[in-house]
């Protein structure tokens, strides 16, 4: 039986389940419950596209009878079909629609799904409004900068996102320092918890494109690592239209990129030449395949590129997880990407630098801390090569490690959900 068969047979089996509540639930004369899932922040990354999947399918898996229905802020680039393809049940409603209109109506429960920050916080204050209905945020970073700038937020407005976090009846945040800094401003909903970001457990798939891009390119299953890689800002101003170009931040990047990129070049070198191993250069975001081939390929000695592969293209989520899972790990500057391998027992290694949120520190909330590293130290740049050597060099022993991560993680989707199941049944 082969993956695919295996993975419609896991999908009936499922969906099995959810029919034979569903029915149970009918001859009972319940109505089944209906959660409102805002998500879906953007589609030019492939981890803010894994977000929504993510928390869908902890949905299914453990709450199967819930109906659900996704209100996005974008699902463009061929999302929304990724969606509907694996979740068939889904309700899409889309801001403005007649369909996020019946949902305010007829759902229970909001959801804020995975982010950055309180993404949608000015919606989980207009749905309190005028619903009255609760609601409960999943597995997000809180910072005291905002997401997308540097400054400080006011005290006001961090003193607003305090009284959304203590009306909401449950918050999991995806790292403890956000949780330790949301407790220290007084935030205090009934529950407060880490809770793994959502993107853990996306399972979205294309295996036809992944096996022909890796064919194409002479990588073999298990023979070769992913490297990522990423500048200290996204210099969105070149993929999102209207977006000015920040001349603060794009010398930031420049002053810092060789400083963040070599240890990853000197990593692939030490791996090429010493395993039999090649390594794959792969983006996250529509902006990595030019910082890949600028700091990473035209970088490298001309003897390592025979065992070095640069995507050239980006890639949705799909494709992306079925590279990733016939890999032998990945290590790079970037986050989702690791966080979907270790949702699959795929070893990953996370750097990170200032200008980030706290979000990487989860590697240290899952057991994984001697597989986080900071380029802001330099006693941290020097473990990067060593360690990534390791990995290739003993994949057993990287799989075990990542393999109990992936435990816990599943672990903490289950007790999230017995929590989101109990507020479902005091509602109406």
């Not at 803010?48 to 898996?61: E, F, K, N, Q, S």
């Not at 409960?136 to 407005?157: D, N």
């Not at 945040?173 to 853990?200: I, Q, T, W, Y």
């Not at 490297?227 to 170009?245: D, H, N, V």
Request: contains cysteine; charged residues 30%.
């Amino acid at each position: 039986m082969n993956r695919k068969t295996n993975r419609r047979t896991a999908l009936a089996v499922l969906g099995g389940s959810a029919l034979a509540t569903a029915l149970s639930r009918a001859v009972e004369g319940k109505t089944p419950k209906r959660v409102l899932l805002r998500s879906s922040w953007q589609t030019v990354n492939i981890g803010d596209i894994a977000h929504t999947p993510g928390v869908l399918r902890i949905l299914r898996d453990h709450l199967p009878e819930v109906e659900v229905t996704l209100w996005p802020s974008n699902v463009d680039n061929g999302v929304d079909e990724l969606l509907l393809a694996e979740f068939p049940g889904l309700k899409i409603a889309k801001k403005g629609s007649k369909e996020l209109a019946t949902a305010f109506e007829e759902c229970d429960f909001l959801l804020h799904g995975s982010g950055a920050s309180i993404v949608a916080e000015k919606d989980l204050v207009r749905w309190e409004k005028e619903t009255g209905k609760p609601y409960g945020i999943y597995g997000i970073t809180f910072p005291r900068k905002k997401s997308s700038a540097t400054t400080a937020r006011t005290e006001e407005a961090i003193q607003q996102s305090i009284d959304v976090l203590t009306k909401a009846q449950f918050v999991f945040f995806r790292d403890s320092k956000s949780l330790e800094l949301a407790k220290s401003l007084g935030a205090n909903s009934p529950v407060m918890e880490f809770g793994p970001d959502g993107a853990f457990a996306c399972d979205l798939r294309d295996d036809e494109k992944a096996e022909a891009f890796l064919s194409a390119h002479g990588l073999e299953e298990g023979k070769f690592l992913c490297c990522i890689p990423r500048l200290r800002y996204t210099p969105y101003w070149l993929i999102k239209e209207g977006r000015a170009f920040d001349e603060v931040k794009h010398a930031r990047n420049e002053k810092l990129k060789e400083h963040d990129h070599a240890p990853l070049r000197e990593a692939i070198i030490e791996v090429v030449t010493k395993t039999d191993l090649k390594v794959l250069v792969c983006p996250e975001d529509r902006t990595q395949m030019a910082v890949g081939k600028e700091m990473i390929i035209d970088k490298l000695p001309e003897e390592i590129l025979e065992k070095v592969v640069w995507r050239p293209d980006y890639w949705l989520t799909g494709e992306a997880v079925s590279v990733y899972v016939r890999s032998a790990g990945l290590f790079g500057n970037e986050m989702h990407s690791p966080i979907m391998c270790i949702g699959h027992g795929v070893p990953a290694i996370v750097c990170r630098f200032a200008e980030q949120t706290s979000k990487g520190f989860m590697w240290e909330d899952i057991g994984l801390g001697d597989w986080l590293f900071d380029h802001d130290s330099d006693e941290d740049q020097e473990a990067i090569v060593p360690t990534v050597l390791a990995m290739a060099t003993d994949p057993e022993a990287a799989k075990v490690k990542a393999a109990k991560a992936r435990a816990f993680v599943e672990k903490r989707q289950r007790e999230t959900m017995q929590v989101l199941e109990k507020n479902l049944e005091k509602t109406g």
